[in-house]
């Protein structure tokens, strides 16, 4: 079967729990924390057949803080199973995910120019869906490539549509890291 039936009934309150614990661990840098509390959720999401939960979530923040701390492998892997799940599906924002983690295991394998390639149509995908807060931690990372191949232009017409939105959102923690790499890309001109 699918599972305890108590296990089935708490999984609308488990997994977004697990969401939040992973997200938190994320925001505050602590990638082990938001791996192992992420892989738990997923685990719950998989055992009762809710792949969407992994998708919107889980999976996403899996494969960033698998790349955040230097796991590329890892990182690469939650990005083939989104690809994966993307096809099977036809689901854009799994599409749209996976598309993020090849962009980023890109940049982490020293090609900053497929990295930026491809971080633009992700971030556009999860703008329509919508998805703002998370299109513009994209938007900034495609700043941040931008910098990195030299348009320094670029760079800083997507740092300020980021801005905008964390702005807007409140999001303070965001809108700091983007002022910050605002300042970095300017002294790099």
Known sequence: GVGSGVEFLNVHTAVPAH?????????????DRAIEIAKAGL??????????WGI??????L??????????????AVGQRLRACGE?????LARAWATASEALVAWLKGDPETGARLLRPAAEVLE?????????RLRRQLAGRLAEIGDREGAVAEIHRAQEVFRDLGATCELERSLRQEEEILAEG
């Open 43 to 52: 685990e719950v999401a998989d055992r009762t057949g809710y792949v969407l």
């Open 19 to 31: 969401i939040g614990k992973a997200a938190r661990f994320m925001a505050v840098e602590e990638w």
């Open 88 to 92: 099977d599906l036809d689901h854009d």
């Open 128 to 136: 329509e869906i919508p998805m703002v807060f998370d299109a513009a």
């Open 63 to 76: 494969c960033e803080a698998y790349l955040s701390s230097g796991h590329i492998e890892g990182g690469e």
């Open 56 to 61: 919107h979530r889980l999976l996403p923040i």
